[in-house]
């Protein structure tokens, strides 16, 4: 930017300078900076060096060339540098060079049927055809009774078989199936390349590999992962549960691999995943390790196990003799071999669309694959199974065309049994169609997927899936624009040949911009940086290398932007491209993987003729290359510079050599660049080409190149002319030459770029300076058009523009941050764009032109979060230091700034109107301002309200259209609140569970009118370097469509406010054209006043499948059973009491909630009353009630919870009940007994005995421990000691002893002989204990963990008696001051401990000593589980952590010294609550974990995901509510959830969460009040607030207040239309449900807590009133109104007022059971009443007779 250009804003003190850019750009001279005189001194010409450079034909000496020897320089001889098993085959078709008139296009296919033997034809056993490479041998192989090949190796890649040998050859094979007959080697590792040229000669690389864990795909390469596996599932299999993980399938050839029939569509293949028409099979790959029989191709689909006349009748095609695998007499195929169809028969595509044209797919786009993917496996053990669904996906549509990439594939799940389709398809399955049962007798890889298992030929189910309406488009999104320039470099820009565009790269995009007219271009398909460039002369070939190792390189045609050949360059890092003018030669530099420098030559002339790129040469050298040129006048020669060196290159005889240029004394200069001068009238003039090198020293070389001399030797220097009128800018870089980083040549000038940020244009002489133009930063390339009329120019600061010689006018092409972007904002009205970035920089964009407006920088803090005031040209911006600055767009200065924040800005945002500004910050404070007048203020500021952790994005806060509603994630990061934005009041919280909880996503939802209504149509989502979009509409929609282009991850995705452009931010900004129909002029739609989780309105049964329809990484399951789909479930932090904002008077006032307090055991109630759903125990004589299932999980227990993975035993505690749960089946067995809760859980070491034990309880005066027999679910033991409740249980290692540990109160440490259970020994312990366990190598002896110490007890024995051996070990001080509050053994010697702090100390137990610790949390741990090499930890704040502890044994030798760095996190989860329990396996990839909350948690490391197995409340369930027709009951609890429940399953389907709130009552409203989907649920709560759910929309329709007490009943009219509450003082409020209005309140029992209020119809017509509904109300004084009503016209009268006696005794007591009275559902006139009383009775009440009974 030129100086004076741009208005620059300063405050004092704010550390902010604005800046606004002209589009004058750069300063010139007088007219454009012309001097009077030359701006160098010119020391002359250097001598003449001896030797010639000759042009090619030229007769010369041996020596001047080809006898000049390079010290330290290899040469290689050409050869091929793409190898088949390294990367993906070049999407070109088969090379046309040296070959037959038949190798160029497919044989024809009449002798190919009805099949071909691949190996016969080619005969490969004589090598010609084909080639061979490594450990290839010919073996017999028992099993087939004959020859076969055996291909072995450590290395896939280096031994081989290859049909045909050679890569310019094509099989020629157009059979639609390939049939590979092989055997993986046992314990290895195998790869099958294919490589498949499609109808339009582009070639594909389709592999299959036990290597690889997952699918992937790219245009030109598919690879699907391949799995065979020994293992048979067994129904109730306990490895993971009840099923495998996909880790499990993936690895080494099981030991007792079979051979294989492995059928491939390759039709199929291409047309599904690349939508791609198959040509004709071009090549065969067979890599290590494995067996080959043969190769075979046919039209014909085989069944391998069918073959012979027998089965001729039969509507399948019996495999040939020849190619069918030998089975002996009396046995069956599928016992001895394994046969894999893929794609299988759900995938096939309807063979009319085969026969469309097959366009190539967009390039940007991926497909709609969301996790799981593809990957065929097989089973060597065939068995009978029933295939059931886990994830709905729909078939590949059946539109006019196929989709562009794979449909996301059912996963499925294997069990011996059969089950009927009814116990396999459920709510959320609705679109399948019905089970068709087919014959079938080989492994299909179901349209599912994912793993796939061999059966035998019976009735198998198979999942059909119906056809579903997808995107329209696809794709939906277009790239438009991009802003942005350079990335991996700056030095990467091109002119065009004829000078219209100019060619530069933005990260992992290649651009092409026309210079007239703005509009750009785009070459899509490298996945990282773009390295190098390089365009040849006649604008036909562009070439681009990518970043990074292995360099990736593509080949485009330039016009078209196809992408030509994409392959792997042998230079890891290429870091220069140069073509030859005629396109035939390309030549890269780079290091390799040595860190040499290495020069690449590669043939590119037949790349446009559907030919390959073939390496001619390459060579390696010792000297530095910076800058390499292929010469205009001879391809075959090249020059470089470098570190001290100029070279001239030559390719001849497929080597590539160099001789130097003889510098003299400018050896030792660092050269940058080199160009070619060219003849004036643009003639070849290869006798007198000079080259032009510059240096960092400011050094400029003329070179005759013919001579090898260096001509003229000149050196620029900076003027000093501190007076003149334009004094010289300093340097960037020390020394007193201008450091040159580019020149490039013209006929008649020399353009030079600098480190001064000048771009000079000099005469060819260096007389003078024509023209100079300043930057505002080093320009790093310059490069003058062909015309000679315009220079471009580049700069490290990323500015790109160039400057018109004509009318010395600057032209500014693109500006770019230069780090990555964090957050931006969009304004409608004038069409700007605001970004932030790490550069410090905040920038105003022009969105029409893309064009920088504004710039401002700050150099003290960084700028983070940024938004546009809606109505005034301002826009507000905050910092890291917590600052929140306006910035006036108009007025250069920063008008106000407020700092009430203590944190970095993690979130902005306005309402509609700019009434009210919302920030929050890292701390968790969430501030409101006031925007009304330009000096806004600050009316509020809340503590602990966003959540701390909560990574800072553009949609961190969020404003419904009309300004009412407030969303932020807060006060955890998987809760979604919902406030009022005027007083901040929470309305209501969703709960999500994110995928990785440790990824960052950028949310974004685009609300677009469909069929008149306002419901969401897209979800935009940034997932890494991808942007998935989704279409929200279709219920069945198979996944996300993804766009790939940043080369880093996205940070901001929105969409623009008329809906019609997406912007994504993060390395650079793309702007992307939405192809979607949407309303023009549209606007964000009014959010509802409830989060509703999906559009339309149906029945209940499909709310729970909508309340999930958010995108949801599939997980395994251990259960088969669905899994609690949750809809509102946002929980309260523990100790949270609510947020209360203070009105700011003077300075904003903060208040704090409260934090959660560190880890502490958990104290368990003694109150007889569960907290649980379903704890409730049948009477003891048994008769009528019989528990059926019980809901939830003691969250307040510590360690009760068990699972054993190799027996599938799974038990946990609720309440007073053991629950024992089979997690295949669900069944659960239920242990009663305990008087009190129970507290703890263990497990005997031969898991055939469970102890449990209990809390206090009113009846029993010691705790309770009682011995449950496993097998028999039977208590064979009670025993009691303790006077407290039981902290922990523990069975030593050889299941002779159970210690037990009283809470802090008791401090009794208890043994336990388990023969007769008596007790052995009891000690009062001095201070409280946290913990116990045995040593599992040492039944003798036992550690405690407490206050400060570690206390290791010996177990002594002397006859019956024992006793205990005490030693103390005090903590370190280098530990903390916390507590020690959990303990586990690690390998012998270690001892593993947690403090209340969060530190993990690690203690040698034979010496004593603690020589290790770190930091592993942030709250205290509760739980250590140790297993081989792995830790994994549990915090109060709800952290699980793996970690690596496998170098600590080593590490205990350095005693004190050692240091933690050997110990590293591998995985993180964070969790709804504290970790209380926990279970593994024993590589502790998988587990149970149990959490305060009252939740069950699946765990996978491996997957990184945590699924909730068991959920229940997490306090005390106040009421139970059935719904209409008693499919569904509903439940409220105090800690202020109203959960909704499957009665059929048990499994939570929808549940809604209010903060610190406890609810106290709930009604469901009546059957008769409309349709099904509006059934609704009335919650009462302490605050006197009455809530309204909607129960189809998942959502909360109102909120009321209409008691200032807590409430205490509450029931809805029979015509669900009017809602009566009750609270605790006595009043009876009547309000509407729609309008929240209260228009009645009756006070007749007041002083006393209305307990029951019931609502019937009113049939009976003898009671002397008119009314249609009849209700009664029930308070705590033992009386009973009944009232008839008719609310529409206002209408209540009283029809009975019933007071029953109390007896004397119980009047002074404290607490009285509750009142309670109902109408008998069958006969209105009867009224039913129970409470204290003298009798314990039932009372009923006829109200026509006024009689009563008992």
Request: proline share 7%; net charge neutral.
């Amino acid at each position: 930017m030129a100086r004076g250009s741009a208005r620059r804003a300063g405050v004092p003190g704010s550390g902010i300078q604005g800046r606004r850019p002209e589009r004058s750009g750069p300063r010139l001279g007088p007219e454009a900076r012309a001097p009077a005189q030359a701006g160098s001194r010119l020391p002359g010409s250097h001598p003449r060096a001896s030797g010639a450079w000759l042009p090619s034909g030229a007769r010369a000496r041996p020596a001047s060339l080809a006898g000049v020897g390079v010290a330290g320089e290899g040469v290689e001889s050409p050869g091929s540098c793409l190898l088949p098993e390294a990367r993906p085959s070049p999407a070109v078709a088969p090379a046309r060079v040296a070959e037959s008139p038949d190798a160029r296009r497919p044989l024809p296919t009449a002798w190919q049927h009805p099949f071909l033997n691949v190996f016969r034809h080619f005969r490969v056993d004589e090598w010609k055809r084909s080639a061979k490479q490594g450990d290839v041998a010919v073996v017999t192989d028992k099993t087939l009774k004959g020859a076969v090949y055996r291909i072995r190796g450590s290395v896939s890649a280096a031994n081989y078989i290859q049909l045909p040998g050679s890569s310019t050859q094509s099989l020629g094979l157009t059979g639609r199936y390939l049939y590979v007959l092989f055997r993986p080697l046992p314990g290895k590792h195998f790869v099958i390349h294919l490589d498949v040229s499609t109808k339009d000669n582009q070639v594909i690389r389709v592999s299959f590999s036990n290597l690889f864990k997952e699918f992937k795909s790219t245009a030109t390469w598919l690879q699907f992962p391949l799995v065979l596996e020994t293992r048979t599932p067994q129904r109730g299999d306990t490895k993971m549960g009840c099923g495998w993980s996909r880790t499990d399938l993936v690895g080494l050839a099981p030991s007792r691999a079979r051979w294989t029939c492995l059928q491939l569509d390759l039709q199929d293949i291409l047309l599904v995943y690349l939508n791609r028409c198959y040509g004709h099979l071009k090549s065969i790959r067979l890599c290590a390790s494995l067996l080959v029989r043969n190769l075979y191709t046919s039209d014909l689909c085989f069944e391998p196990a069918i073959s012979g006349a027998q089965w001729a009748k039969l509507p399948v095609t019996p495999m040939p003799r020849e190619m069918a695998f030998p089975v002996p007499k009396g046995e069956s195929w599928h016992d001895r071999y394994i046969h894999v169809r893929f794609p299988s028969d759900s995938l096939k595509v309807p063979s009319k669309l085969i026969e469309k044209s097959c366009s190539p797919p967009e390039a940007v786009l991926l497909g709609p694959g969301p996790q799981p993917l593809p990957c065929p496996v097989a089973s060597s053990k065939p068995v009978r199974f029933s295939v059931s669904p886990v994830v709905q996906t729909p078939s590949p549509t059946a539109s006019g065309r196929a989709p562009l990439a794979p449909r996301p594939f059912l996963e499925v799940s294997l069990s011996q049994e059969r089950s009927d389709a009814s116990n396999v398809d459920g709510p959320g399955f609705h679109s399948l169609e019905p089970w068709a049962h087919v014959e079938a007798s080989d492994v299909h890889t179901a349209a599912a997927g994912t793993h796939v298992l061999t059966h035998e030929s019976a009735e198998v189910p198979v999942v059909r899936t119906g056809s579903c309406e997808g995107f329209l488009p696809d794709p939906v999104l277009r790239l438009k624009g991009v802003i942005g320039f350079g990335g991996h470099s700056t030095r990467q820009a091109l002119w065009t040949p004829d000078g219209a565009a100019v060619v530069y790269p933005c990260h992992a995009v290649i651009v092409v911009l026309l210079v007239d007219t703005g509009e750009q271009r785009f070459f899509l398909g490298h996945t990282d940086k773009v390295s190098a460039l390089a365009l040849d002369g006649s604008s036909s070939l562009l070439a681009s290398a990518q970043a990074r190792a292995p360099s990736v390189m593509r080949l485009w045609d330039f016009q078209t932007g196809q992408c030509l050949c994409l392959f792997r360059s042998p230079v890891h890092v290429v870091c220069s491209l140069s073509f030859s003018d005629s396109g035939a030669l390309l030549c890269g530099v780079g290091k390799d993987h040595h860190g040499r420098t290495m020069v690449v030559a590669w043939g590119t002339g037949q790349v446009g003729l559907g030919g390959e790129v073939v390496v001619l040469a390459k060579a390696h050298t010792d000297f530095d290359v910076q800058a390499f040129r292929v010469t205009f006048f001879d391809e075959t020669r090249m020059a470089s510079c470098g570190q001290g060196s100029v070279r001239l290159w030559r390719l001849r005889g497929g080597a590539l050599r160099s001789c130097p240029v003889d510098l003299g004394e400018h050896h030792t200069l660092q050269f940058t660049d080199l160009a070619f001068k060219q003849a004036q009238d643009g003639r070849l003039e290869p006798l007198a080409a000079m080259l032009f090198v510059c240096s960092r020293s400011g050094h400029i070389l003329e070179i005759d190149c013919q001579r090898m001399v260096v001509r003229h030797a000149r050196r620029l220097l900076p003027t000093r002319t501190p007076g003149g009128r334009h004094p010289q800018k300093q340097t960037f870089s020390s020394g007193p030459g201008i450091a040159i980083s580019s020149l490039s040549i013209s006929p008649a000038m020399c353009a030079v770029g600098s480190e001064d940020g000048f771009l000079r244009l000099w005469p060819l002489d260096f007389s003078s300076v024509l023209l100079e133009a300043e930057h505002e930063g080093p320009v790093s390339s310059v490069c003058v058009s062909p015309d000679g009329l315009r220079v471009l120019s580049a700069t490290s600061s990323g500015h790109l523009g160039f400057l018109d010689t004509l009318s010395r006018v600057y032209h500014m092409l693109a500006r770019s941050h230069t780090a990555p972007v964090l957050a931006l904002a969009m304004e409608q009205r004038r069409g700007q764009l605001a970004t932030v970035s790490q550069d410090r920089t905040v920038r105003i964009w022009d969105l029409a032109t893309l064009q920088q407006l504004y710039d401002f920088t700050s150099s003290e803090e960084a700028p983070c979060a940024v938004t546009f005031h809606p109505t005034r040209p301002t826009f507000f911006c905050g910092f890291s230091s917590g600052a929140v600055r306006s910035f006036s767009l108009e007025a250069a200065e920063v008008p106000v700034e407020h700092t009430c924040h203590r944190g970095a800005i993690t979130g902005l945002t306005a309402t509609p109107d700019g009434r009210l500004l919302f920030s929050s910050c890292s701390e968790g404070s969430l501030a409101q301002y006031s925007c009304a007048d330009p000096h806004w203020h600050v009316l509020r500021v809340a503590a602990d309200m966003v959540c701390p952790d909560a990574p800072a994005s553009p949609s961190a806060l969020a404003v419904s259209r009309d300004g009412h509603l407030l969303a932020f994630v807060g006060p955890s990061r998987c809760t979604v609140t919902v406030t009022d934005s005027a007083s901040l009041d929470e309305l209501w919280a969703t709960c999500w569970c994110p995928p990785r909880p440790t990824e960052s996503w950028c949310w974004m939802l685009c609300r677009a009118a469909s069929s008149g209504s306002e419901d969401a149509r897209f979800l935009l989502i940034a997932a890494g370097r991808t942007i998935k979009v989704w279409d929200y509409t279709t219920q069945a929609s198979p996944g996300p469509q993804v766009y790939i282009g940043h080369s880093e991850p996205v940070q901001a995705v929105a969409f623009s406010p008329d809906q019609q452009q997406v912007l994504s931010a993060g390395d650079a900004v793309f702007l992307w054209d939405v192809l979607a129909t949407t309303e023009s002029n549209q606007s964000f739609p009014v959010a509802p006043q409830a989060c509703e989780a999906g559009s339309g309105i149906g029945p209940l049964e499909d709310a729970s499948s909508r309340a999930s329809e958010l995108p949801q990484q599939q997980v395994p399951k251990p259960s088969q059973a669905s899994l609690p789909r949750l809809g509102i479930c946002a929980r309260p932090p523990e100790g949270g009491d609510g947020v209360r904002d203070t009105r700011n008077s003077g300075a904003p006032r903060t208040t704090c909630l409260a934090s959660y307090k560190a880890f502490t055991p958990a104290r368990v109630s003694c109150s007889p009353h569960s907290a649980k759903v379903g704890t409730c125990l049948p009477p003891a004589s048994g008769g009528w009630l019989r528990l059926k299932a019980v809901v939830g999980y003691s969250g307040n227990g510590r360690a009760n919870m068990v699972w054993r993975p190799d027996t599938g035993f799974f038990a946990y505690t609720c309440g007073r009940l053991v629950v024992v749960e089979d997690l295949h089946s669900g069944a659960q067995q239920h242990w009663s007994g305990h008087s009190a809760e129970v507290s703890t859980l263990a497990l005997s070491h031969s898991a055939q005995v469970l102890a449990s034990a209990s809390g206090c309880s009113s009846t029993t005066a010691h705790c309770q421990i009682r011995i449950w027999d496993v097998s028999g679910g039977l208590c064979q033991h009670l025993i009691s000691h303790h006077s407290t409740t039981v902290l922990a249980l523990a069975f030593s290692p050889d299941d002779r002893l159970l210690v037990t540990l009283g809470d802090h109160d008791g401090r009794t440490l208890a043994l336990w002989g388990t023969t007769t259970y008596d007790l052995v020994s009891s000690t009062r312990l001095p201070e409280p204990v946290h913990g116990v366990a045995f040593n599992p190598w040492d039944a003798g002896e036992l550690t405690c963990v407490g206050q400060g110490t570690v206390t290791f007890r010996l177990l002594q024995q002397r006859g019956a008696d024992i006793s205990l051996q005490v030693r103390r070990e005090p903590v370190p001080e280098a530990v903390g001051a916390g507590e020690l509050t959990s303990l586990c053994y690690g390998a012998p010697p270690l001892l593993y401990c947690g403090t209340s702090s969060g530190q993990v100390c690690v203690w040698d137990t034979r010496a004593g000593r603690c020589f290790l610790s770190w930091e592993a949390d942030d709250g205290g741990i509760g739980l250590l589980l140790f297993s081989g090499s792995r830790l994994v930890s549990g915090s109060s704040v709800g952290q699980l952590r793996l970690w690596a502890v496998g170098a600590v044994s080593e590490l205990r030798c350095k005693g004190s010294g050692a240091r933690s760095s050997s110990v590293f996190m591998e995985h993180e989860l964070v969790l709804d609550g504290a970790v209380v329990s926990a279970s593994f396996d024993d590589s502790v990839d998988m587990g149970v974990v149990g959490t305060t909350a009252g939740t069950l948690w699946f765990v996978s490391w491996a997957e990184g995901t945590s699924t909730r197995l068991i959920s229940g409340h997490r306090s005390k369930v106040n009421e139970v509510v059935f719904g209409p027709g008693e499919a569904h009951c509903a439940t409220c609890s105090e800690d202020g959830s109203v959960r909704v429940w499957a009665l059929a399953s048990m499994e939570l389907v929808i549940q809604f969460q209010v903060l610190n709130q406890s609810c106290l009552c709930l009604a469901w409203s009546p059957p008769c009040c409309g349709r099904p989907e509006q059934q609704r649920l009335a919650a009462g709560y302490g605050d006197g607030s009455l809530r309204i759910f909607s129960v189809s929309r998942t959502a909360m329709e109102l909120k009321m207040h209409p008691h200032p007490v807590a409430l205490t009943a509450v029931a809805f009219s029979t015509d669900g239309q009017t809602v009566l509450s009750g609270d605790k003082d006595g009043l009876v409020a009547v309000s509407h449900p729609r309008t929240g209005t209260t228009f009645r309140v009756l006070s007749d029992h007041q002083g006393a807590p209305i307990s029951t209020i019931c609502v019937t119809c009113k049939e009976c017509e003898d009671l002397g009133v008119e009314g249609t509904d009849l209700w009664l109300a029930a308070s705590g004084d033992q009386r009973v109104s009944v009232w008839a009503s008719d609310w529409l016209r206002n209408r209540c009268d009283l029809v009975d007022w019933l007071s029953f006696p109390m007896p004397a005794t119980t009047e002074t007591q404290g607490h009285l059971p509750p009142s309670l009275a109902a109408f008998c559902p069958w006969d209105g006139a009867l009224l039913m009443y129970v409470g204290p009383g003298v009798y314990k009775e039932v009372i009923i009440y006829n109200l026509c007779q006024k009689q009563s009974a008992c």
